[in-house]
């Protein structure tokens, strides 16, 4: 073993050390509700891929199945409360909640990101513009109602204004 590989070892080694004894100092999550495996219908989750939450909705990326289920949480219990099926999205990889209670829905096939009202109702896709180079992974929902997008095949964040 050469001198720098031993050196760079025992570093590792040193901040493993650091790293064990601040994961002492985290603090322990606990579960507040039992675990929730299918949605309203009976149908078992398949590959879900995200998350996004608002004061009272539980919103899922449901993948497998090409939907995303939406839970109420109050109590301490996740309650399913719908099926949210989208034309024109089959791979629901992304899930967010708008300040106004809308679904915005990144389709990881299409990378398009899909927009249903508070009401239910479809209220069509957000554009994110013909670049072939495009990849979005992740996106968020700023409390203007903005999205914004990580691009990670086109390497960028950028901002888009969501009409009405």
Aim: net charge negative; aromatic share 4%; with cysteine.
């Amino acid at each position: 073993m050469h001198r720098s590989t031993r050196v760079a070892l025992l570093g590792l080694l040193a901040a493993g050390a650091a790293l064990t004894t601040a994961a002492a100092d985290v603090a322990r999550l606990r579960p507040v509700t039992t675990p929730v495996y299918v949605g309203g219908d009976g149908v078992g989750l398949l590959g879900p891929e995200a998350v996004a939450c608002s004061a009272e909705t539980v919103a899922v990326a449901d993948t497998g199945n090409g939907r995303v289920l939406k839970y109420t949480f109050a109590g301490g219990t996740l309650t399913p409360t719908g099926n949210v099926v989208i034309p024109g999205v089959t791979a629901p990889t992304g899930v967010q909640i708008g300040p106004d209670g809308s679904l915005f829905v990144l389709d990881g096939r299409t990378h398009r990101i899909a927009r249903v009202g508070a009401d239910g109702a479809n209220a069509g896709f957000v554009d994110l513009g013909d670049d072939r180079a495009s990849i979005v992974r992740d996106f968020r929902i700023d409390r203007d109602g903005n999205v914004v997008v990580l691009d990670v095949g086109a390497a960028f964040v950028r901002v888009f204004e969501v009409d009405g």
